[in-house]
C-alpha cells in the first residue's frame, strides 16, 4: 500500500532566486532600512531611479527568503 502525499511546489531556497536589473535593487532597497536605502538611491542615476521605483510599485512584500537571497549576494559581492 502506498500513501500518496499531496505536491506542494518548495519555496526556493536563497541561492536558487534568479532576480535581476531593477527588481533585484528594488528588492535590495526594500529590505534596508529607509534611511539606508535613501543613501543608495542618491547614487543612482533618474533612469535607474524611475526603473526601481517602478519594480518597487510592482512588490506587493519581499519574502524573508527573497530578503535573505538579495542580502547574502549584496554581502558576497562585497567582501570577494
Known sequence: CHILLPQYPMEPTPSKLAVKGARKAALFLMSLGKEEAAKVMSHLDDKMIE??????????????????????????????
Do not use: G, P, Y
Open 51 to 80: 526603473e526601481v521605483i517602478l519594480e518597487m510599485s510592482k512588490i506587493r512584500s519581499v519574502s524573508k527568503i527573497e530578503k535573505e537571497a538579495i542580502l547574502n549576494e549584496f554581502k558576497d559581492t562585497v567582501f570577494q
